[in-house]
């Protein structure tokens, strides 16, 4: 059975003593574990994943799901009724969650406005589900669209955060989940 990592990732992951069955995935949440509030359709609000002391996560892929009902026009957000005036920005973090220290743009300095700005980030898919709500999911494939995937130590107390800055919550949901491998096999 072939791998689904790249030859680049398993050398990397192996100098690093990184199993490749350590599969790893969490949704971003509010306080950075997996069992914070992971729905993003709400007030402004910070949401992380940061590992644990003595882990590493190896982040190759983060999808970003929007439901809402109704179309998802490009100048708008969801079907909020327009654009967002703040935006949406991802960072890679080190340091408490309330401190930022160390600010990094992780993605060139986009900033989500609107559904169009999903275009810029990575492969994208609509559909209408069963329920009527339509669904809009970016895949961004870190090794695909900057040649490294992101790599989390938690020993040094670095995360990726996502800071949304505008009321979404008459958006149906919206998560971001991101996934690789870990190093520690608890995950």
Request: glycine share 10%.
């Amino acid at each position: 059975m072939a791998s689904v990592w790249s030859k680049e990732t398993l050398s990397e992951l192996k100098l690093m003593g990184v199993n490749q069955r350590n599969f790893w995935r969490q949704l971003f949440s509010d306080d950075g574990t997996p069992t914070g509030t992971t729905d993003m359709a709400t007030t402004a609000d910070d949401y992380f994943i940061y590992p644990a002391s003595g882990d590493i996560y190896v982040v190759e892929k983060i999808k970003i799901v929007v439901e809402d009902d109704g179309d998802l026009p490009n100048d708008e957000f969801g079907a909020l009724g327009a654009a967002l005036t703040n935006g949406i920005t991802f960072r890679l973090v080190q340091g408490d969650d309330t401190a930022y220290n160390q600010f990094t743009d992780f993605l060139g300095g986009l900033t989500l406005k609107q559904t169009s700005d999903f275009v810029a980030l990575g492969e994208l898919t609509y559909s209408i589900d069963i329920t009527g709500l339509s669904v809009l999911v970016c895949e961004i494939d870190f090794r695909k669209e900057f040649g490294f995937p992101i790599f989390l130590d938690g020993d040094n107390n670095f995360g990726l955060l996502i800071k949304t800055q505008d009321d979404m919550s008459n958006l149906e949901r919206m998560h971001v989940i991101a996934s690789g491998v870990s190093k520690d096999a608890r995950v």
